[in-house]
């Protein structure tokens, strides 16, 4: 073990580890989707200019990954944010999934997702410090 290196990945390095990781996953678990379908999308005032948007997809197994949710602060408060969740989530059922999942911090989008109907999994306390990292799951 002594001759072993460890290097920075380049593509076909992240693509080899992501392949040996997915292959063991689905020898324990089935997989009910064929791959990720990337469910990623922006918002745009009639006029084209992008004020928010949502990064996310469906995996393996029919869960809705949240990646990032991000309203511009001249549109928040209007419930623009809540109707991009809704549009993601509607469409993810549409496809299979059956839950979604995302994690936020306290001073992000807390009070957001409960309201949206999230239910707080787990945190992270003093990360950052003085700080929670929060992880949401919902049932679609």
């Known amino acids: 073990?002594?001759?072993?290196?460890?290097?920075?990945?380049n593509g076909q390095e992240i693509k080899f580890i992501s392949d040996g990781l997915n292959e063991f996953n689905l020898s324990q678990v089935p997989p009910l989707a064929p791959n990720w379908t990337s469910f990623d999308f922006v918002a745009k005032t009639k006029e084209g200019v992008e004020i928010g948007g949502i990064l996310g997809g469906i995996g393996y197994w029919n869960g809705l990954e949240i990646r990032a949710l991000w309203v511009h602060e001249k549109y928040r408060g209007m419930g623009l944010g809540s109707r991009i969740?809704?549009?993601?989530?509607?469409?993810?059922?549409?496809?299979?999934?059956?839950?979604?999942?995302?994690?936020?911090?306290?001073?992000?989008?807390?009070?957001?997702?409960?309201?949206?109907?999230?239910?707080?999994?787990?945190?992270?306390?003093?990360f950052p410090m003085g700080h929670r990292r929060i992880y949401f799951s919902k049932r679609l």
């Open 1 to 9: 073990m002594s001759e072993i290196s460890i290097e920075p990945c």
């Open 85 to 126: 969740l809704a549009y993601i989530e509607t469409l993810a059922r549409k496809k299979g999934a059956v839950i979604a999942m995302l994690d936020t911090f306290d001073f992000q989008a807390e009070k957001f997702y409960l309201k949206n109907g999230y239910q707080p999994i787990g945190e992270i306390k003093d």
